[in-house]
């Protein structure tokens, strides 16, 4: 039987992966599915989130933009960590991730 | 003006605000060489009582008028310095040092050790002590050069960039005429050589031995924070490592927040020629240096690194002035990592000497024709 277009369309479907059994991350306290080797960007965005971090100064919204690490614009909280690259961490099981206000340092200021 | 640096920049703005007839070419873009890899340290705190120290005050002075005229975009920022010592002997030191420098009209206050986390909180604890300069101050150096070109084209200067000067015109008196690009010629009665660490080859064209040497060194960019330093801090070390003639690595942390948000991390040193290879034990030690003084930065990430090539001349002072071995060209070049600070300074001085007038510092120390030809 035919796949239906938008599910041969996903890039696990492009590439004919068959990836093992999913699991959960958490983002901003509910539940996210993940499947195995997926980066937390990819995961988030397969939810349908496409933001985790407001700038510094206009509050605007952020998330992935390149992709491989280079940008520095996916940043976002991970298990207490600010300013983390979604694109390069894997969503291992019962990650946490916060979405991050701007440099998600304030406790730092002097 | 060959060059588009900050000290070209200067030099544009000055000339043309004498009401000279300024061209400034560059075979890169404005800022595209040793300015645009720096930090903008306008500081008055390293530098021993002489004629650099006269320069940077003078500059210090000029470059708060600057930031008035150029507005708010150039990022001048009047923070201060701190310069901290882990031993007694260190903080013995620099008092010594503060001492000669008051002579010379620095303003310094000794911090003892139990005080100088009122000035900044992060530092690590167990330091000796320290000295408070007020006087020391910042600027985003590629802007500033940019704001300093633009004023100056507002007042009639002409910028050429991406073409690069192939030769330096000269009558039969050898008094210079110009000078020729790739596309066009200039004909100027004066040129100023404002190409920085390049300063050799251009010094060259005109048939004199500049000896300006690349000294390279390496910033650290930390993600980007709220204010965490308050200051431009360095150790007592940092002074000793600039004067050095060595050709070693030699690191020294300073370490300076950003309007932008990124805690800046210089400053190596080491003569190697313009190699622009990555040092991982130059950026190793640069991180590690900065971690002790501020453990709070041994928990931050830094997302890159950026080199230059410092102009480095065998005494560590500039040459300004006109060239008495070739009427008509001048010489602006060879600031090594002071070049920001020391920009309007130079700038005014090399207009007051183009235009006849008697230059506002003696500029016997900067003779561009003190090194003996090899």
């Given amino acids: 039987m035919e796949q239906p277009v938008t599910r041969r369309r996903t890039p696990a479907g492009l590439v004919g992966a068959e990836p093992g059994p999913g699991h959960h991350i958490e983002f901003d306290g509910r539940s996210v599915r993940a499947l195995p080797g997926q980066s937390i960007a990819a995961a988030l965005w397969a939810d349908g989130v496409l933001a985790w971090r407001t700038t510094r100064t206009g509050g605007r919204p952020r998330g992935a933009f390149c992709g491989i690490g280079s940008c520095f614009d996916c940043l976002a909280t991970v298990d207490g960590r600010a300013n983390q690259r979604l694109c390069l961490l894997p969503a291992e099981p019962g990650t946490v991730v916060t979405t991050q206000e701007g440099h998600g340092r304030a406790d730092l200021a002097v | ?374």
């Fill in chain 2, 1 to 374: 003006m060959v060059g588009a640096g900050v000290v070209g920049a200067a030099c544009a703005y000055y000339a043309a605000r004498a009401g000279l007839a300024v061209a400034v070419v560059d075979r890169g873009s404005v800022a595209g060489g040793t300015t645009g890899a720096g930090e903008g340290n306008l500081l008055v705190s390293d530098k021993e009582p002489g004629p650099e120290l006269d320069l940077a005050l003078l500059s210090a002075r000029l470059w708060h008028e600057l930031a008035e005229q150029l507005g708010p975009a150039v990022e001048y920022e009047p923070k201060g310095g701190v310069v901290v010592a882990s031993t007694e002997a260190g903080q013995q030191a620099l008092r010594a040092f503060a001492a000669g420098q008051a002579a010379a009209g620095v303003t310094a206050e000794e911090v003892p050790a139990e005080r100088l986390h009122e000035l900044e909180p992060h530092l690590a604890p167990g330091l000796a002590g320290g000295y408070h300069y007020p006087q020391d101050a910042q600027v985003q150096p590629a802007l500033a050069a940019a704001h300093l070109l633009r004023a100056a084209r507002r007042m009639g200067a002409e910028l050429i960039t991406g073409e690069e000067v192939t030769a330096l015109e000269r009558g039969p008196d050898g008094a210079v005429r110009g000078v020729r690009t790739v596309r066009r010629r200039l004909a100027a009665p004066a040129v100023v050589n404002a190409t920085g660490a390049w300063g050799a080859e251009l010094a060259a064209l005109a048939g004199v031995h500049l000896p300006v040497l690349p000294r390279r060194g390496f910033v650290l960019v930390t993600e980007p924070l709220p204010r965490v330093v308050r200051h431009k801090v360095y150790s007592a070390d940092y002074v000793a490592d600039v004067a050095s003639g060595s050709a070693g690595l030699q690191t020294s942390s300073v370490i300076e927040g950003t309007p932008g948000g990124p805690v800046l991390i210089g400053a190596s040193r080491e003569r190697i020629g313009f190699d622009r290879t990555l040092s991982q034990e130059a950026i190793g030690r640069l991180a590690a240096e900065a971690a002790r003084l501020f453990p709070v930065l041994a928990e931050v990430a830094v997302l890159r690194t950026y080199r230059g090539f410092r102009p480095y001349l065998p005494d560590h002072l500039p040459a300004i002035g006109e060239d008495p071995r070739v009427p008509g060209l001048y010489q602006a070049c060879g600031h090594e990592g002071a070049g920001i600070g020391l920009a309007p300074a130079t700038g005014l001085l090399i207009a007051e000497q183009l235009t006849g007038k008697r230059p506002e510092l003696d500029l016997a120390p900067f003779r561009p024709d003190r090194f003996p030809a090899q």
